[in-house]
């Protein structure tokens, strides 16, 4: 089974998940960059995109800085802070990146941005862990 086929199923990514939300990760220039557009089976309340479909957007985005380099991970801590709402229908851009590798620990830092605007929505940090060691240079 390749890595693309166990992460089928994944709600912010899986292709084979037809109530995910179908977001194509890439890396480019050593960050994580994908894009979505809330929908309203995303919304929380008065047309505004739930806080946990924006928490799951960047969760998502910080572990594809990982996944598409070949590398499994699991969160292991994560913080978010909203910066402003996102109503229904507006595009951002998801971005995802690494600020530190050591051990078994990847530190991240991710962003929701309006496309827009370049508002900002959220940000936010986590760990993740990988079952290999590792200790390239941060």
Known sequence: MSQDDRANLCFVCGPGNGSGLQVRFRVEDGVCLGEFTPAEQHMG??????GGIIFSLLDDVMANWLWLQGIKCFTARADIRYRSHLPIGTPVRLEGRCVRRKGRLSQMEGRVVRID??????????????PERFDAPS
Do not use: P
Request: aromatic share 10%; charged share 20%.
């Open 45 to 50: 309340y008065d047309s505004l995109t739930h």
């Open 117 to 130: 605007s370049e508002e900002l929505v959220a940000e936010a940090t986590g760990s993740f862990m990988t």
